[in-house]
């Protein structure tokens, strides 16, 4: 008989352990879909303002300040949304070559007027 009760709590616990395994991961799951749900509205922002700054560039032909604007907004909300290791890829690094490029010509340009 305490054989017999021995196996049941053994059945309890073993029960009870895959009940709280699938909590934690139902949890687990819960946490990244509400930290995706709230970084979405940000990230869509930064991805409309870099839109914003392609449409004025390629219609002035020039990089305004609406331009320079928008692409700062981006910057500042893609620093809060976006992974780490996502902003410092090669493609980003060539992208900030560019920028850095283009500035330096606005600026010698500028320096000519």
């Given at each position: 008989m305490a054989d017999?009760?021995?196996?049941y709590a053994l059945y309890v616990s073993i029960g009870s352990?895959?009940?709280?395994?699938v909590s934690?991961?139902?949890?687990?799951?819960?946490?990244?879909?509400?930290?995706?749900?709230?970084?979405q509205e940000?990230?869509?922002?930064?991805?409309k303002h870099i839109g914003e700054a392609y449409f004025e560039v390629s219609n002035?032909?020039?990089?305004?300040?609406?331009?320079?604007?928008?692409?700062r907004e981006a910057r500042k909300l893609?620093?809060?949304?976006?992974?780490?290791?996502?902003?410092?890829?090669?493609?980003?690094?060539e992208f900030a070559k560019k920028l850095v490029t283009l500035l330096t010509r606005m600026n010698d340009d500028a320096a000519l007027f």
């Open positions: 017999q009760t021995a196996v352990l895959m009940v709280s395994s934690a991961c139902f949890a687990y799951l819960a946490q990244k879909q509400a930290k995706k749900a709230a970084t940000p990230r869509r922002e930064a991805i002035n032909g020039y990089v305004g300040d609406k331009a320079v604007n928008s692409i893609a620093a809060l949304v976006f992974k780490r290791k996502n902003q410092n890829s090669p493609e980003n690094r």
